[in-house]
């Protein structure tokens, strides 16, 4: 379904989406974590727009309008992550963003996908909504972080339809990528600071995230997402948001050995599950 190039692309940047992921999980400064990753995209950002071709005319309002959801997605995942487990929030979050991405592709945009590839989406959503949803006694217990995790999805699903569109338009995938970054840096640092004013500010922890921390967060964070804007630029938007989801076996992983969370034969099933989901996006 995708050419090989894409593929490893998109596979690289599910890896380095779960691992700073699982650093913003483990930090108990994500607030500081978040604001000082935001200063180094911005820093990269403002060295780089000087050296690549900035997006064309029609990319910019595609642009911003992803800045901004990409702010949103930013403050739901610290609000699911100071609430819920790391391998719960973190599938179900990821899980609503290729099933929403399938359909408004298909019915808005004119990108229907073929059967298998249609089949491989609907395996690892149905995945994907398992890893979320299991126990569900547990997820009774803490809708406040079942509702945060399901914005940010939907933040996550606008964000990747909007970037789908931009980027093609941009005339050059990396440099939209770099605007992006540096404006969605500077987004984040004046949300953040208005957070901190606000009665929902954090109260701060005893130890602050690390500058070192900090630029590891960013660097993947920034690797990642500028991957899957060079594959969205040539591959199909519904595969491709499907496939960056195989993040969340990743995940699971990341969450049963670093931070002890229960994994039941049901959830190495549904991960299993997702692993064959990409085999049938993969299939030419």
């Known amino acids: ?17 779960a691992s700073w992921n699982a650093i913003a999980k483990g930090v108990p400064d994500r607030f500081g974590l978040f604001i000082k990753s935001s200063i180094i995209s911005v820093v990269i950002g403002a060295v780089l727009v000087f050296v690549v071709s900035p997006p064309a005319g029609p990319s910019w309002p595609w642009l911003l309008g992803s800045v901004g959801m990409h702010v949103l997605y930013n403050l739901g995942l610290m609000a699911a992550y100071q609430l819920g487990d790391f391998n719960q929030t973190y599938p179900l979050a990821r899980g609503l963003g290729p099933v929403v991405v399938a359909l408004v592709a298909a ?14 989406v609907v395996v ?9 949803l299991t126990p569900w006694k547990r997820i009774r217990h803490n809708r406040s972080a079942l509702t945060a995790a399901v914005l940010t999805g939907l933040a996550i699903a606008t964000y990747t339809l909007l970037d789908g569109v931009g980027v093609r338009r941009s005339g050059s995938a990396l440099g939209y990528a770099v605007w992006l970054l540096a404006l969605h840096g500077l987004a984040t640092m004046a949300a953040m600071a208005l957070v901190k004013r606000s009665r929902w500010a954090p109260v701060p922890p005893e130890k602050a995230a690390s500058w070192k921390l900090s630029v590891v967060a960013g660097v993947m964070s920034m690797s990642a997402y500028s991957l899957v804007l060079w594959a969205q630029s040539r ?39 997702v692993a064959a989901g990409v085999v049938l996006l993969a299939l030419p």
């Open 235 to 273: 591959g199909v938007l519904a595969a491709i948001a499907a496939l960056r989801e195989s993040s969340v076996v990743i995940a699971a992983i990341i969450g049963a050995i670093f931070f002890r969370e229960p994994l039941s034969r049901l959830r190495i099933t549904a991960s299993l599950a």
């Open 1 to 17: 379904m995708q050419s090989a190039q894409v593929f490893v692309a998109v596979m690289a940047a599910a890896a380095l989406h």
């Open 107 to 120: 019915t808005v945009l004119g990108e229907p996908l073929p059967p298998l590839a249609t089949a491989g």
């Open 124 to 132: 690892i959503a149905a995945a994907i909504g398992v890893l979320g």
